[in-house]
């Protein structure tokens, strides 16, 4: 059976490479991971059979478009063609070693294994910017098992000498006790989580700022890079805060640093492109579309232009100040294909309304976007809390103020709700806020 060359992915140079270097080295690792899929994956030789391509048409990054895309949905039928994992493994089931799944947010969870080889290249990556060490503490606070990236957080900060609290079956308030006897380094969770435990803390008198964490990693849902949730999350924990970036699909792929909230892709494990999520052409540097990966080192269950359904764009201002010279997602994330709304000829993104709604001190975390047709026009309504009792003019004047601030960012004018405090419900740790309510008619 073919396999894959062994890579260096310790060293934190490659993070540093010159961008023709990088290149060069992709160019590389895209001949040969050609080669392999189309000898060891079954699903890969019919896909490019059908596309007529031959491992031998690929000479570099200039042939990656004539290869097809891949889909989410393509990788769940196969597995239910071909159970359990699929026929786009690439190696014997006596080399898989690890065994998770997506979320499932999107349909049927895709089931996602590891060769030893692969899952000790995800620990080398995170060791690449090691968090934690030696005498160190990190607190995982969401759930671990099952979940790509809490599980590879936690097991590279155990390789790398911290201790690890796995604190998920935890409630809340025992949570803060955890926090406040051990003080961690670090702590990892959802966005939403964070901040509502911040606001928790509060009540009961928990002083998070005066524990001394030296780093918060906000993993599993888009939300700390949005300038104005990362203020709050940072306000609330008194430390630096990290957005952590992956799919389980492929592997975790980066994160921002203490110069930017952009992400940082690691380009010696994919290839980034950006694409029209309806035409699939490439868009335009610095251009919002879909991101579509292509893994370069992965022999388990290998993808190539796997589409993200993630909705990006390109950094265009060079390398980072980090010294990162690799693709960088500008400002994260900024929502899903699958998301977007189409409002009145509008294509707009939770993340953007999200960013309105942070700005304003006087509101809550908790938010829902509600959309309806059941008028002459189709509506749309912003649900949000106050932080205390607000009545008479001071409402008028903060729904005024929360209008106009939404119009000007994106450009639709909603209704709003002001709701007393505690009416939305709040966040759970371990899994991802849904926050828009389509009851639209189909």
């Known amino acids: 059976m073919a396999t894959l060359p062994d890579y260096t992915v310790l060293d934190p140079d490659l993070r540093r490479l010159p961008l023709a270097e990088l290149r060069a080295l992709q160019a590389e690792r895209l001949r040969a991971m050609v080669a392999y899929v189309y000898d060891a994956a079954p699903f890969w030789r019919r896909k490019l059979d059908a596309a007529g391509v031959t491992p031998g048409d690929v000479a570099g990054l200039d042939d990656l478009s004539r290869l097809p895309f891949c889909t989410k949905e393509e990788l769940q039928a196969d597995q239910v063609a071909y159970p359990p994992f699929g026929s786009y493994v690439g190696v014997g089931r006596e080399k898989l070693t690890k065994y998770m799944t997506t979320s499932g947010t999107t349909g049927r969870p895709l089931r996602r294994v590891f060769s030893a080889r692969d899952w000790g290249y995800v620990l080398d990556k995170f060791q690449r910017n090691p968090r934690a060490g030696p005498g160190d503490i990190t607190v995982a606070l969401g759930p671990v098992d099952g979940l790509m990236g809490p599980m590879a957080g936690t097991e590279s900060a155990a390789r790398a000498g911290a201790m690890v609290v796995l604190a998920g079956l935890y409630d809340s308030k025992t949570k803060l006790r955890v926090l406040t006897e051990l003080r961690p380094t670090v702590v990892t969770g959802t966005a939403s989580y964070l901040l509502y435990l911040a606001d928790l803390a509060r009540e009961i008198g928990v002083d998070l700022p005066g524990l001394g964490i030296r780093a918060i990693l906000s993993v599993g849902e888009p939300g700390a890079a949005?300038?104005?949730?990362?203020?709050?999350?940072?306000?609330?924990w008194g430390t630096f805060v990290n957005d952590g970036y992956?799919?389980?699909?492929?592997?975790?792929?980066?994160?921002?640093?203490?110069?930017s909230t952009s992400l940082h892709i690691a380009g010696d494990f994919v290839i980034t492109e950006i694409v029209d999520p309806g035409s699939g052409q490439a868009v335009r540097p610095g251009e919002p579309g879909e991101v579509v990966y292509t893994n370069l080192v992965g022999d388990t269950q290998p993808l190539l232009r796997y589409r993200s359904r993630d909705i990006a764009r390109l950094a265009t201002d060079g390398p980072c100040a980090c010294g990162?010279?690799?693709d960088r997602l500008r400002?994260?994330?900024?929502?899903?294909?699958?998301?977007?709304?189409?409002?009145?000829g509008v294509n707009l993104y939770p993340s953007a309304i999200e960013g309105v709604v942070r700005d304003f001190e006087e509101l809550a975390h908790e938010y829902a976007i509600v959309i309806d047709d059941t008028g002459t026009l189709p509506s749309l309504t912003l649900r949000v809390e106050a932080r205390s009792v607000v009545e008479g003019e001071a409402r008028n004047d903060l729904e005024r103020r929360l209008r106009q601030a939404l119009s000007a960012a994106v450009r639709v004018r909603a209704t709003i709700e002001l709701l007393p405090p505690g009416t939305l419900p709040p966040a759970v740790a371990g899994t991802k806020a849904h926050r828009v309510v389509d009851a639209r008619s189909r």
Request: proline fraction near 5%; include cysteine.
């Open 324 to 326: 990162f010279t690799g």
């Open 226 to 236: 949005v300038p104005a949730t990362r203020k709050r999350l940072m306000d609330g």
């Open 246 to 259: 992956g799919m389980t699909e492929l592997f975790p792929l980066g994160g921002g640093c203490r110069h």
């Open 331 to 344: 400002d994260s994330i900024e929502g899903r294909v699958d998301d977007m709304i189409w409002f009145r």
